[in-house]
């Protein structure tokens, strides 16, 4: 459980990352779907905690106003761990056995179980417990189609590069299609230009001139309506800066969208940089 | 009830018997300051008190200034009232300000930190009547793991990076976190420092804080290979993180408990310079005080708490 929770404050994990972890098999099928029925809702698991930590109601509200995530208060405020922290499979079981329980014996069936864990463990328990665990691991859906690699432009910045917007040429303009973090050894000289190519300001965020290209990859993609290119794409991934390449050359949309044409045109192997 | 001994004006705290203020932010003829972080040493005041370790860095900070350095526990007449200075666990130098009218004591708290680190004097329970207190982290969900625990998960983070020819990054705050993260992870190997940092830690080294040797490293310039680099919050935006190679990127800070908090940076680390909410709650129980009052942080319900508790408790507004 431990493990896990580590996986997943890198972000997506990676199929290595997947593999050393000691129940890859586990998570593996939690990743596909295939999680244990609903102990209780989230309110119920954070009224569990509060009783059990004699916390008054306005002092839960105010933790809620805080942190804004139920799970993470009825996680947080429960006492550092105590005893040996349970592996993913004895939670995933002990999960399914207290399903069949009437609601006072799950309650003291849980909360011993949430107390062995420190509180990153124990905050993904919460969740497999309220059946929510899933929104932590959207970009895994089980896309619809084939990976693919495809080159974007970046468009929008936040201040550090935390969220890099990306998008596809369609028409004369762009088209959002993945907002990732810039985690490339050359963030810095990027950020620099980014500071001297500004064309606007959205709050902190920066509206950029659609010059740099950069590789990127997915695993897929779901249709969203809600999307200006209509899609989502599972764990898209950024692969590098292509120094070389103009905006002109960057994927269109209607390229990446039609699985057989070949979207990605004659390119020089991109390095990893510095 | 009697005149209260602090009063809040818009300038910062004011004590009326004996013409000062603590920690005041705009311009007064007398500051008490409690510790070097800029929200609580601000520049401009006519003359400054404050320990005789927290003085370096204020100089540093502020420039040329009129100031007078004291001892911890030592006690000083002003005007109407005797002040003393008293370990709060925050930052090195770092301060608690206890003062007494008549028979009738008072304690501001400033920034206070009950687990001991590394480099700050450890923080000391001032018995008082009435303790103004902070509360940044006056809620249950806030419940630090110890700090040897922490230590011991930024060592592993940065032994992995290393292993894969990565540099790892840890932003901190300049003054405080970043020395005790020094004296913390100093047997890790050698330390680089931001500039800022750099400079800041020489200074607490010559005072004589038991920090470990660090390398500084200059704008663009290339860490030597698997280093580990404290930097200030903001520095992985600048023109200094040119030079980085490849590297991974992780922040110490109390907020990282709040997943909200926590998107965009590799690792997040909880260490926190303030106590979180049992310190919070032991600290207040020490001084022994009837009336409590709350400032910085979550005042209301840490207000509400205490007054829960069957104590007069006011939020300082």
């Known amino acids: 459980m431990i493990a896990l929770a580590a996986l997943l404050a890198q972000g997506t994990p990676s199929d290595d990352a997947l593999a050393a972890h000691p129940e890859a098999e586990a998570v593996r099928n939690l990743l596909q779907g295939r999680r244990p029925k609903r102990l209780a809702p989230a309110a119920t698991l954070l009224r569990w905690s509060a009783e059990a930590t004699g916390t008054p109601d306005f002092l839960v509200a105010a933790c809620l106003a805080a942190s804004g995530d139920t799970c993470e208060v009825a996680a947080l405020l429960l006492p550092p761990a105590q005893g040996d922290p349970p592996k993913l499979s004895e939670c995933l079981a002990a999960l399914e056995a207290m399903a069949t329980l009437p609601e006072n014996r799950r309650r003291a069936t849980f909360l011993p179980l949430a107390a062995r864990l420190p509180p990153p463990a124990r905050l993904i328990l919460m969740r497999l417990a309220a059946g929510s665990f899933r929104l932590t691991l959207k970009p895994l859906a089980l896309p619809t189609d084939s990976p693919r690699e495809f080159l974007a432009v970046l468009t929008m910045l936040s201040p550090q590069g935390l969220d890099a917007t990306f998008a596809l040429r369609h028409g004369n303009g762009f088209v959002p299609i993945a907002k990732l973090p810039l985690t490339l050894p050359e963030t810095p000289a990027i950020l620099a230009w980014a500071r001297a190519h500004i064309r606007d300001r959205f709050g902190p965020n920066l509206l950029l001139s659609p010059d740099l290209v950069f590789l990127l990859s997915c695993e897929g993609t779901t249709p969203n309506p809600r999307r200006k290119s209509r899609l989502d794409l599972a764990a898209p991934r950024l692969l590098g800066w292509h120094r070389d390449a103009s905006p002109d050359q960057a994927t269109t949309l209607d390229d990446f969208t039609s699985p057989t044409s070949g979207h990605l045109p004659q390119i020089p192997h991109v390095g990893p940089g510095v | ?317």
Not at chain 2, 15 to 36: K, Q, S, W, Y
Not at chain 2, 125 to 150: H, K, M, R
Not at chain 2, 211 to 219: D, E, F, H, I
């Open chain 2, 1 to 317: 009830m009697r005149d209260p001994v602090l009063i809040k004006t818009k300038e910062g705290l004011y004590c009326p018997a004996g013409d000062f203020h603590i920690d005041p932010m705009r311009r007064v003829p007398r500051a008490l300051v409690t510790h070097g972080h800029s929200d609580h040493a601000a520049a401009g005041m006519g003359a400054y008190l404050c320990t005789s370790q927290a003085l370096p860095v204020i100089r540093h900070r502020l420039g040329r200034i009129q100031a007078e350095a004291i001892g911890y526990g030592v006690t000083r007449q002003i005007g109407g009232v005797t002040v003393s200075f008293h370990p709060a666990g925050h930052v090195p130098g770092s301060a608690q300000i206890r003062v007494e009218r008549a028979g009738e004591v008072w304690v501001a708290s400033g920034d206070y930190k009950t687990e001991t680190d590394a480099v700050s004097e450890p923080f000391q329970p001032v018995q008082c009547d009435t303790f103004i207190t902070e509360c940044t982290f006056g809620l249950p969900i806030f419940q630090w793991q110890p700090e040897a625990t922490v230590l011991e998960d930024i060592s592993s983070w940065c032994q992995a990076n290393a292993a894969t020819a990565r540099a790892s990054v840890i932003l901190a705050y300049s003054f405080g976190k970043a020395q005790r993260l020094i004296a913390g992870l100093g047997r890790y190997g050698p330390i680089c420092c931001h500039p800022v940092v750099d400079t800041v830690t020489a200074i607490l080294r010559d005072q004589g804080y038991p920090l470990p040797p660090t390398q500084r490293l200059a704008a663009g310039q290339a860490p030597p290979p698997g280093a580990l680099i404290i930097a200030p919050p903001n520095a992985m935006g600048t023109d200094w993180a040119f030079g980085l190679g490849p590297h991974q990127v992780a922040a110490a800070s109390g907020w990282m408990t709040l997943a909200a908090r926590r998107k965009g940076i590799a690792r997040a680390f909880t260490l926190s310079d303030h106590a979180d909410w049992p310190g919070l709650n032991a600290a207040v129980r020490a001084t022994g005080a009837a009336h409590v009052i709350t400032t910085h942080g979550y005042t209301h319900a840490f207000r509400d708490h205490w007054t829960a508790q069957g104590l007069q408790a006011e939020a300082l507004e």
